[in-house]
């Protein structure tokens, strides 16, 4: 079994920052993607950011510019660092990795972290 576990949420004033943190631990052979979705009152999961085995990463085009997803291969953890956050990136943030295991490659999610950001 494998799994995610997410920390560094909270609440910040519009423009500060925050870093979530998730850590995979468990079965791994090895992480093919991993990255944060988010998910606001009423509205459908959305892609935040991704970074794949090769080190490519992709960006939700809202966040372009202010987060910025790494990630330690030998930990097996990313860090999505927020700066210059807005109202509007309130959401629960949750961590996903597709994991190659023996039987092939199996998606996890995290439990979830909630971010607020409010004056």
């Known amino acids: 079994q494998v799994q995610l576990v997410e920390s560094g949420g909270g609440l910040v004033q519009p423009g500060g920052s925050l870093r979530l943190t998730c850590a995979a631990s468990?079965?791994?052979?090895?992480?093919?993607?991993m990255g944060w979705y988010r998910q606001a009152p009423g509205k459908q999961r959305e892609l935040v950011a991704v970074?794949?085995?090769?080190?490519?990463?992709n960006y939700a085009d809202s966040v372009k510019g202010r987060f910025t997803l790494s990630r330690d291969n030998a930990k097996n953890m990313v860090y999505l660092q927020m700066n210059s956050l807005k109202p509007e990136d309130t959401a629960v943030y949750y961590c996903?990795?597709?994991?190659?295991?023996?039987?092939?490659?199996?998606?996890?999610w995290g439990q979830g972290t909630q971010v607020t950001v409010s004056s």
């Open positions: 468990g079965s791994i052979i090895s992480i093919e993607a």
């Open positions: 970074i794949f085995g090769g080190g490519n990463t």
């Open positions: 996903n990795a597709g994991v190659l295991r023996r039987v092939g490659v199996v998606e996890y």
